[in-house]
C-alpha cells in the first residue's frame, strides 16, 4: 500500500455557528467572503497586541500571537512542499444558497468553519472572534447579529452565549477514520462552491481525477507539515502515477463567477470556478480515505472562503 493512512496525522473540527440577527443583514449570494473578512478584522482587534503596527512581521509579540498564527500563518520552514502561500488553518462552510439576500431582524442563520491541526487549540478565541464578529456587524450597512450556540458535527452543544460554558467535546476526524469504509469502483464527486485549480498559470475549466488529487494531496501535506507537529513522508510521485489510472467517465460541471471585494488590496477580484459532478471510475481504494478525509478541508485556491467544497456519492444519477 502507497499510503499507511495510520501514520498520517491531521485533526480537524467542524463545527457550527448559530447567530440571530439584531438588525437586517445584507449578503450577497455568496457570503463566504462576507464571513471570512469580518472573521479577519475581528480575530485581530481581539487578538493583537500592537494593533499600531501597520503588519505583522517584526513585531516582538509574533511568537505568542493567535491573530498571526490563525489568520496570516507565518512560514515556517517546516514545509514538506515548496509553496509560496502556506494554508490557513481553518475553512469557512457558509450555507451553499440563500433563498433572499437580506436576513431580517430577529431572524436566525449559521454558518459553518473547519479548524484544522494546532487551530482546534484556540476553539476559545473562534468563539470570542464570532462574538466581536457580531457587534462590529457584517455585510453591507454592517448588520448586526448575536452568537446563540456553537454545535459539533454531531449536533452537540458546546457553546451558549446563555450559559457562557464553552465545552471542549469536539468531535476530532483523522484520515484514518475513513480507512475502514469501504471504497466503490465508481462514484460522484460532487462540487458544490467553484473549484480553482491552475495549471501552467491559469485557472482550469476542467479537471482530471489525477489533477484534483495532486491538488487534494499537496493542500493536506502542507496542511499537515504547518499545523501539526508532523511532516507526511510519502512516495508522491508512485502515488500520483496511481491517479492517471482513474477516469472521468462522465461529467456536468458549469464555471460559476463571483466578485469580492478586498479591502487589503482595495479592489474587487473575481473568483470563479468549476462547480458540478463528475463520475469517477477505476480502483479507488488507495485515495477513497483521503478523498473522504479531503470534503473537510475542501480543495483548490481560496478554501477559507469556502471554495472547493466537495461531497462524494457512491452512485451517479443518470439523469445528470
Known amino acids: 500500500m502507497l499510503i499507511d493512512y495510520s501514520q498520517l496525522q491531521l485533526p480537524v473540527a467542524r463545527l457550527r455557528f448559530v447567530f440571530t440577527a439584531i438588525t437586517p443583514l445584507f449578503l450577497p449570494e455568496y457570503t463566504g467572503s462576507t464571513f471570512r473578512g469580518s472573521f479577519g478584522t475581528a480575530f485581530k482587534k481581539i487578538c493583537c497586541a500592537a494593533p499600531q503596527r501597520p503588519a505583522c512581521p517584526g513585531c516582538p509579540f509574533l511568537g505568542d500571537c493567535a491573530y498571526a498564527y490563525i489568520f496570516e500563518t507565518p512560514q515556517t520552514g517546516q514545509s514538506a512542499l515548496q509553496a509560496t502561500n502556506l494554508p490557513h488553518p481553518f475553512v469557512f462552510e457558509p450555507p451553499l444558497s440563500q433563498e433572499r439576500s437580506t436576513i431580517e431582524a430577529g431572524e436566525q442563520l449559521q454558518c459553518g468553519m473547519v479548524l484544522v491541526g494546532r487551530a482546534i487549540e484556540h476553539l476559545f478565541h473562534f468563539v470570542l472572534v464570532w462574538h466581536e464578529m457580531g457587534r462590529q456587524g457584517i455585510g453591507k450597512q454592517r448588520g448586526r447579529f448575536t452568537l446563540d450556540a456553537v454545535y459539533n458535527e454531531r449536533n452537540e452543544c458546546i457553546y451558549q452565549t446563555t450559559t457562557g460554558i464553552l465545552k471542549n467535546n469536539l468531535w476530532v476526524r ?34 482530471s481525477f489525477s489533477l484534483f488529487w495532486r491538488n487534494l494531496l499537496r493542500r493536506a501535506s502542507l496542511l499537515a507539515s504547518v499545523h501539526t507537529p508532523q511532516t507526511w513522508e510519502l ?18 460541471l458549469r464555471w460559476w463567477d463571483w466578485e469580492r471585494y478586498s479591502n487589503r488590496q482595495q479592489r474587487r477580484m473575481q473568483l470563479g470556478g468549476m462547480v458540478g459532478k463528475m463520475k469517477l471510475t477505476g480502483d479507488l481504494a488507495l485515495f477513497w480515505p483521503l478523498l473522504c478525509f479531503g470534503q473537510y478541508i475542501h480543495v483548490g485556491k481560496n478554501t477559507t472562503f469556502g471554495m472547493g467544497n466537495y461531497t462524494l456519492q457512491s452512485l451517479f444519477s443518470e439523469e445528470h
Not at 175 to 190: M, R, W
Not at 235 to 252: C, G, H, L, M, P
Open 174 to 207: 483523522q484520515p484514518l477514520d475513513f480507512v475502514d469504509d469501504t471504497a466503490p469502483s465508481g462514484c460522484t464527486l460532487e462540487i458544490h462552491t467553484p473549484l480553482r485549480i491552475t495549471e501552467m498559470g491559469k485557472l482550469c475549466r476542467d479537471v
Open 235 to 252: 512516495d508522491y510521485t508512485a502515488i500520483i502515477s496511481e491517479s492517471e489510472k482513474i477516469s472521468v467517465t462522465r461529467r456536468n
